[in-house]
């Protein structure tokens, strides 16, 4: 099998350790929605547990797998269905208790309990046991290669720290549930938590004895993290000098932003690709012909021209290009064409149209009610009647992802750059540990057959036919109507050194100044 | 109206230029908003008339891609800004004017019962406006918004918005009509025309509507003016918060919140024009409300 042995990322020698006590001030449109490490999976929710918590395993800035809290990881030679995982020794949590097995055991279970949003990446494990004290074994239902994959965003919470605040199972965000952990954490991450006022602020400071003190330059002494939904306000923080870094600078901003002598900009494309789902059981969006039109019914390159003013890559794929199973023919978005929309609309008995509700967030993706606008323009000239709902995200994700609408936005980064992500989060149909965002209503039992054998298919080759046969099922259903590929565009002051990472996480013990 | 031309009202306003401007402002806003549809190029609550590749146009000048000219330019959405401020005014008169009769009429019978009644309903009804006051109200007004959005269905909620909007306003801003009309009350029971209305016989309700509110009435004349503007004005606010009206139907206050966003970038219009709109509507009922105050107080005579 695929034997990892990886030199630990100690080549960054202790060159670092001249650094200098520094306050990061960080903005972004949107806060966290809760500090409970499994009870979402959300991008700028992930974005701030990788500061406080870690996982076993993580990417660099390129993409590839490195080590974290497991130092080597490998499936065992005398039974494929088992990954071994060997975990860093000296490891010790906020509140000072030591990080064993037995945590590692903890969390992966306490990540498939009910509640838990990361159920879908663990959806093929079996068993999770613990062999010594640093040594876990992680047992899936047949061979599953690509298990190490989905593990990047699995953060370790301290077993006794649960156990005492009872919160030994995650909250479940959409019922309205919290727990001690949405506000409190004790991880084993470069940072601990100060501080923390939803919406407003959250401060955090260096964890005096982080593991890795020594092997990333962990300049950063002190983070300061303030969402700023209003794209004016938060780019007027950063040219006045009141914010360091900002993940999001507003499109129409990017020339100001980078003429600017004091800051910088820093972009690439980002693995997030931004949709519209649609109820396929019930309401005129059943019809499949209505689907159709509306597809057509998008013209994604005056999106891209205006609203995005070219700061996107319109696709007709619910996936980005950095996934296992993109092809350039799935890319090619479908043709503007209004004259067929509308004889769509009128074969499928709607010549007159139909009203409808549209969901949108407003603070989660690039100019996202922008979008649902242009969307609503859209759709009159086929008839149909669109009523905006833009939200904050922690209230649009309930919506979208409880079934409540008909029509919605979502934006979907893959973290495991593989199909399955997508298949067994979005395509699946919703049962109680897949399925989670799929509330389209789609189900098709060849197709659910067909994703769960991917998590133990060790033929390569016969996996991505599988993977061609799913999304060619995707295309034809179309539920979901793709819009574009999001980039990423940070803006930071010009002495911060940061590596922009395409799944816009920023991992502050990495950022240098010169 | 022979009578009003030759009035000490009338004389006085012809003698008063910042009166006649501003009276002429308001007029002119009125009934730019109430004919939209014949003066405005495009209906712009009209999403199937809108063109996308517009968007971002300059005044005057010719769309890169369309080739079309807009008078005032287009927003992010391609919409005619001329025509969306015409609009927009309609969304933000209306409100106003429906919110400043619900805050009238509740604040004027309200102060009249208070100060007619007096006793305990007099208590409990002024110190209720005392802890109103407390509040700015604004503030009053977007806790009334935020329950009444929580309260209703999602269906209605969009037909609703504006509603809700007249009714967080209106509840928000009846205090001062309260106060004013209770005031004079006190002021009018002591006389002796009210004295002979017992006399006879009158109920309490006959004197109250007939007799007494006829007499203090001025004053409200005076705040229902600057009321007006604040209403504008609040409802501005409210949907530059992002709590008013569905972006896809702008108030000037939402056209603003838009414009916003692109203050940095260059694309001033989409900003400079609603907000100078909602400027001169606002400055105009304020001087308009400032003389009418003058004039009709005897004592600034």
């Known amino acids: ?514 | 109206m022979e009578r009003f031309f030759r009035s000490d009202f009338f004389y006085h306003f012809r003698h008063a230029p910042v009166a006649i401007v501003s009276f002429v402002t308001i007029i002119l806003i009125i009934l730019a908003a109430i004919f939209a549809n014949f003066i405005a190029p495009t209906n712009p609550f009209d999403p199937a008339s809108l063109n996308l590749m517009n968007g971002f146009t300059p005044p005057l000048e010719a769309n890169e891609f369309t080739g079309e000219r807009f008078l005032l330019g287009t927003d992010d959405q391609g919409r005619d800004l001329f025509s969306t401020i015409l609009y927009g005014l309609r969304i933000s008169l209306f409100v106003g004017l429906m919110a400043v009769l619900l805050a009238m009429v509740m604040g004027v019978l309200l102060g009249l019962i208070a100060g007619f009644l007096g006793g305990w309903i007099d208590s409990v009804i002024m110190r209720f406006a005392d802890i109103q006051m407390t509040f700015p109200s604004i503030l009053v007004a977007m806790l009334i918004y935020g329950v009444a959005r929580g309260i209703l269905p999602p269906e209605v909620r969009y037909e609703m918005s504006i509603v809700v909007l007249i009714i967080s306003i209106g509840l928000s801003e009846w205090v001062p009509f309260a106060r004013t009309v209770r005031g004079s009350t006190l002021v009018e029971k002591e006389k002796e025309y009210v004295t002979a209305a017992k006399m006879i016989g009158l109920t309490r309700q006959q004197i109250m509507l007939r007799h007494i509110l006829p007499n203090v009435l001025s004053p409200v004349l005076v705040i229902a003016t600057i009321t007006f503007a604040l209403a504008i004005i609040a409802e501005a606010t409210l949907s530059f918060l992002g709590v008013g009206v569905p972006s896809t139907k702008p108030s000037l206050g939402t056209l603003i919140r838009i414009g916003q966003d692109f203050l940095f970038s260059g694309e001033w219009w989409i900003l400079l024009f609603p907000a100078v709109t909602l400027l001169a509507l606002a400055l105009s009922i304020n001087l308009f409300g400032d003389w009418l105050r003058d004039i009709l107080n005897p004592k600034l005579k």
């Not at chain 1, 330059?217 to 914010?243: D, F, K, M």
């Not at chain 1, 499109?251 to 800051?263: F, H, I, P, T, Y």
């Not at chain 1, 999106?303 to 700061?311: D, H, L, P, T």
């Not at chain 1, 009203?355 to 922008?370: A, G, H």
Request: proline fraction near 4%; include cysteine; charge should be negative.
């Open chain 1, 1 to 514: 099998m695929i034997k990892h042995l990886l030199i630990s990322a100690a080549i960054v020698t202790a060159s670092f350790a001249t650094a200098s006590a520094e306050t990061v001030r960080w903005a972004r449109a949107g806060d966290s929605i809760t500090m409970d490490p499994h009870a979402q999976n959300e991008g700028p929710t992930h974005t701030l547990s990788h500061q406080i918590y870690d996982t076993l395993l993580h990417r660099d800035m390129a993409g590839a797998i490195i080590p974290s809290l497991a130092t080597e990881w490998a499936a065992l030679s005398d039974n494929p269905n088992v990954w071994r995982f060997t975990l860093r020794k000296g490891v010790v949590f906020h509140d000072g208790s030591d990080f064993t097995s037995e945590d590692v055991v903890f969390s992966l279970n306490r990540a498939m309990a009910d509640g838990s949003e990361m159920k879908e990446l663990l959806s093929s494990v079996k068993e999770v046991r613990a062999v010594d004290s640093h040594i876990v074994d992680v047992e899936t239902n047949g061979a599953n290669p690509l298990l190490i994959n989905n593990l990047t965003n699995m953060f370790m919470m301290d077993k006794g720290w649960s156990e005492d605040n009872k919160v030994t199972t995650p909250h479940d965000v959409a019922k309205g549930e919290t727990n001690f952990a949405t506000m409190n954490t004790n991880g084993t991450g470069a940072f601990m938590l100060v501080s923390r006022a939803v919406d407003e602020k959250t401060i955090l400071k260096a964890n005096p004895n982080y593991w890795g003190k020594d092997i990333y330059p962990n300049q950063v002494t002190e983070i300061i993290y303030t969402p700023i939904q209003s794209s004016a306000t938060r780019v007027a923080a950063l040219l006045s000098g009141e914010v360091d870094i900002i993940q999001d600078v507003p499109v129409q901003d990017l020339g100001r932003v980078s003429a600017s002598a004091d800051l910088q900009l820093a972009t690439a494309a980002q693995n997030r690709v931004i949709f519209f789902g649609l109820d396929t059981v019930n309401g005129p969006t059943a019809n499949l012909k209505v689907r159709q039109a509306m597809n057509i019914a998008i013209n994604r390159d005056s999106i891209k021209k205006i609203v995005m003013r070219g700061q996107s890559d319109p696709t007709g794929v619910i996936m980005p290009p950095f996934v296992n199973g993109w092809t350039e023919a799935l890319n090619q978005h479908p043709q503007y064409d209004l004259n067929k929309a509308k004889a769509l609309m009128k074969d499928a008995g709607y010549s007159n149209g139909f009203d409808i509700v549209l969901n949108c967030p407003n603070d989660r993706y690039v100019n996202d009610e922008s979008i649902c606008q242009a969307a609503v323009g859209m759709m009159a000239k086929i008839g149909i009647t669109v009523t905006l709902d833009a939200k904050p995200k922690a209230q649009h994700f309930p919506i979208a992802k409880g079934g409540e609408a008909d029509f919605y936005m979502l934006g979907w980064g893959v973290p495991t750059f593989d199909s399955h992500y997508i298949f067994n989060y979005l395509v699946h149909s919703q049962t109680n540990d897949r399925g989670s965002w799929n509330p389209t209503g789609y189900s098709n039992a060849d197709v659910d057959a067909m994703i769960v054998s991917l998590e133990s298919e060790t033929d390569l080759t016969k996996r991505d036919d599988t993977i061609a046969k799913i999304w060619a099922a995707v295309q034809v259903a179309q539920m979901y109507l793709p819009i574009h590929n999001q980039v990423l565009n940070w803006g930071m002051r010009k002495d911060i050194m940061f590596d922009v990472q395409p799944e816009d996480t920023p991992l502050f013990q990495f950022l240098t100044f010169k």
